[in-house]
């Protein structure tokens, strides 16, 4: 199956790569200005198959912003690491993760296990405790691994179809608390690490199902790396439901693994898949160097049309 679109001196194709997730789109210069239709073409393949990926592609930093301008604002983030580029504040340099944990007395594979202390743990949407998450993300990669470091997304949508009738209703009917920082393994003694998350909280309330603002799809809403639990069931019972949705929606036939290359290109919509970041890269002591540019999203809204609430330390609009 392939979808085309010729216009100008555009001539781009769209070809599912799995049976739920994951196109690629070939005949594109993202380099080069896009007309309408060829706009129109990605912007429709990302609702379709919710990641989309490009290859040999040449984009700097101005080109990177300046094609995701086509699809909607990006994000400034307030405070970057040492490795995104000073002149493009839009652009977060992804190798400045590597950077966090020394801040707090950690190297970087302790302080990613402390994070990833669970299969499912690392998947993620980006920013998912924000009362407005993100609504893209467009990652492009610029040094990467001769192996390992591939990104693994999942359809949220497509889990949500597939489960049973009587547990679609009932999760429709549910709330589940984001925080950042839910499950990290506090280190022995003092832990510098805790303490900044402490103090610098941000919790969201969210509908597990949520509704599609642009497809009207119904999304399972759920995540292993922000999900703190299901509000108003006690804990073992968000555990043992956000155990079993969570394993619903990485299921393998709803996911697509993506083998990066220099110049590949990921665009996803965040607000319809979970991701899961590479963990085997790190052993390997190869550089990984990829930027990543987020748009503005919008206020998660549940089945009864009720939007999103925060909690603690997040606003609308502002990062």
Not at 64 to 93: D, I, K, N, W, Y
Not at 186 to 200: A, I
Not at 304 to 310: A, T
Request: proline share 7%; with cysteine; hydrophobic share 40%.
């Amino acid at each position: 199956m392939t979808t085309g679109s010729s216009t100008g001196n555009q001539a781009a194709e769209v070809r599912p790569v799995a049976g739920y997730i994951g196109a690629e789109i070939t005949g594109v210069d993202l380099t080069q200005h896009l007309d309408d239709g060829v706009v129109a073409l990605i912007r429709e393949a990302v609702l379709r198959w919710k990641v989309v990926f490009f290859r040999d592609q040449r984009l700097d930093h101005a080109g990177h912003v300046a094609f995701a301008r086509r699809f909607g604002e990006p994000v400034v983030l307030g405070r970057r690491g040492s490795a995104s580029p000073s002149g493009f504040p839009e652009v977060e340099t992804t190798a400045d993760r590597l950077e966090l944990g020394g801040r707090f007395g950690m190297e970087h594979e302790e302080w990613l296990q402390r994070r990833r202390h669970t299969l499912l743990r690392g998947w993620h949407c980006d920013h998912g405790a924000r009362i407005d998450p993100p609504a893209a993300t467009i990652l492009r990669a610029e040094t990467v691994p001769p192996y390992g470091g591939d990104t693994t997304w999942a359809n949220l949508a497509a889990a949500y179809a597939g489960l049973s009738a009587p547990v679609r209703a009932f999760a429709e009917g549910l709330r589940a608390e984001h925080r950042l920082g839910v499950g990290y393994q506090p280190r022995p003694g003092d832990d510098s690490y805790l303490r900044h998350l402490l103090d610098h909280q941000v919790a969201s309330v969210h509908p597990l199902v949520r509704v599609h603002p642009e497809t009207g799809e119904r999304v399972l809403y759920v995540n292993g790396y922000y999900v703190e639990q299901i509000t108003d069931v006690s804990r073992p019972e968000s555990a043992a439901l956000l155990e079993m949705l969570l394993e619903q929606a990485v299921r393998p036939e709803y996911t697509v693994r993506f083998r990066w290359e220099p110049g590949s290109v990921a665009f996803w919509d965040n607000r319809a898949t979970i991701h899961l970041a590479p963990s085997d890269n790190a052993r390997l002591g190869f550089p990984r160097v990829m930027h990543r540019v987020m748009l503005h999203g919008e206020v998660p809204v549940g089945v009864d049309g009720k939007p999103s609430e925060p909690v603690t330390g997040t606003e609308v609009g502002r990062w």
